[in-house]
Structures are given as C-alpha cells and as structure tokens.
C-alpha cells in the first residue's frame, strides 16, 4: 500500500483469537427503528384501550403514559417582545435559559451523561437544581419544551441499557449551539445495528495486554474513533505515531448488545462509546492482529 510516499506492510504474524469469548445472552430491542420526536408538535398521546404503546415493543410495559403532548399544530407563544419595549420575565423564560445552559454549555462538566449527539436523559436533568427545586415532573417539562417560543429543544424516546435490560427512555437535546466538547448536534446515533456488523479499533501494543483483559476503556462523556473494516484503517495523518499497532475487530452488534453505543459524524466517520462500565467489552471481540508498519522514503 503506497499512500503520499508512505509504504505500510502490514503482517499478521501474531494472531489472537478472542472468539472464544461468548458474551451472556442478553434479550434487546431492535435498533432498526428510532422513536424519534424531531418536532414537538409529532407527539401525540397514545390511548392504550385502542393501541400499543410503541415502547411496549420493547418489553416496557409502562408505555408512553408518563409524558403526554397535546395533538394538533404546535402553538407558538405569542411573540411579545419589540424594539424599544421590555417586559418582565416569565416562566418560559426562565426555562430556556436554565435548559440551554445546561444542554449547550455545562452538562458534561456537572456530570451528567451527554451523547455525541447531544442528548441527555430528561431523568437526569430533572436533577438539575433548576428544575428540581421548582418541581418539574416529566410532564411539565415535556409542556414547557413544547411552547418553547424559540423551539430550541427536542425530545426522543430511545432505548437505554438500565441494569442489564434495555428500555426506552426519554432523552432531550438542545437543537444547536453546543460548546461541550465531542458533542455536535449534527451527528447521528446508528441504531440499525444490521448496516453495521463489525467495526474496527486500533490500540497499541503496550495497550493491548490491559485491553485484552479489561476491555477497551471508554471515559464517561469521551469518544473512541473505530472504522469500517476495509476502508483504510491506519489514523488519518501523514505519518504514523507507531510502527505497530494491534487492529481489534469488535463485532458491532454484539457490543450493542452489552451497551455500547455507536455514532456517525457529518463527515461519515464512526465512533463509539462505553457502556455503563465505562469500556467495549471483551466479550464483542472478533480477533485482534498485530500490524507492523514499514515507513519508505519513495524519492
């Protein structure tokens, strides 16, 4: 392979076969569908005597009961505020604030979970002093997000790994101007597990002995870069850090299965991160190979 003057050979002489490790059989949702509210005003309540709760698919018996939107064409609030005038400030007002500041700015450093994509459970921010101290239940937050003047906010109903068993749950982003880092809002959590069959990571050498017990550890609110098999693998910079690297092949969907959750970027790259421990299992390994890396000068 000759890449901008750069001969990479790569071997396979070391070969460590993980295959063995099979992970628990863990019952999960399907991932092909994404209960996605992109707009407030797609909410709709669901009357359980007439059909099934969409999360009822996912062996949630509770259902949607907890947060109800009013059906129809979202109402905006009136538009009150014109040049020269001020008026005082209301609750709705309050609310963005206290929401965009938490969802654009400070999530990540209060601890809580933020996804690459910007989502935060609505559980976890209802922690918030905010909104904990003038009591905000699910329902009045779903209220006030939904006559939101501005429509800065967005709810999802996506499943999460709680104590071993998937469920959906409610997640809440703001839809632009994130400052956190690794968080942008225009990046897609993958969900259809079946597009994505495997992945592939690279860690070094001196790693390997800790990941090969461990797994690979993924930092709360931190990002791991995998690829696609096949599609050039080495990092994308002129020359390589290392002259060998061992190439982890993880099976996506078994990795999803222990918790791990993948996602894609505006510029097509994949990228991963731990499950409620904190790592991608060793259980979702394929295999591993050593690569060694051969730099040429081609002039």
């Not at 510029?267 to 190979?289: C, K, L, T």
Request: with cysteine; net charge positive; aromatic share 10%.
């Amino acid at each position: 392979m000759q890449t901008s003057g750069i001969t990479s050979n790569v071997s396979s002489s070391r070969l460590f076969l993980c295959a063995s490790l099979q992970p628990t059989s863990t019952k999960h949702p399907s991932y092909s569908r994404l209960l996605s509210v992109k707009a407030p005003n797609d909410i709709r309540p669901v009357d359980p005597s007439t059909e099934k709760s969409p999360a009822a698919e996912h062996n949630n018996p509770s259902g949607r009961s907890d947060i109800t939107v009013p059906p129809g064409k979202r109402k905006r609030a009136p538009f009150e505020a014109r040049r020269g005038k001020k008026f005082p400030p209301t609750r709705s007002t309050y609310f963005g604030m206290s929401a965009g500041w938490l969802l654009r700015h400070t999530a990540k450093g209060l601890g809580f979970e933020v996804t690459p994509d910007g989502f935060v459970r609505v559980s976890d921010v209802l922690s918030f002093d905010y909104f904990n101290h003038f009591g905000y239940t699910p329902q009045k937050f779903a209220d006030e997000m939904y006559n939101d003047p501005k429509n800065r906010f967005e709810m999802v109903f996506m499943p999460d790994l709680i104590d071993g068993v998937f469920r959906e749950v409610w997640w809440v982003r703001a839809r632009s101007g994130h400052s956190m880092p690794d968080v942008d809002a225009n990046t897609k959590r993958i969900l259809n597990m079946g597009r994505l069959k495997a992945v592939v990571y690279l860690a070094t050498v001196d790693e390997w002995d800790s990941i090969r017990k461990y797994g690979i550890l993924v930092e709360k609110n931190r990002v791991v870069p995998v690829y696609k098999p096949g599609e050039g693998i080495l990092p994308r910079r002129s020359v390589p850090s290392q002259k060998e690297y061992v190439c982890i092949t993880i099976d996506a969907e078994k990795a999803a299965q222990l918790g791990v959750r993948f996602f894609r970027d505006n510029s097509n790259n994949v990228m991963a991160i731990g499950n409620s421990d904190e790592v991608i299992p060793v259980a979702a390994f394929r295999s591993a190979i050593q690569l060694e890396v051969t730099i040429e000068d081609l002039k």
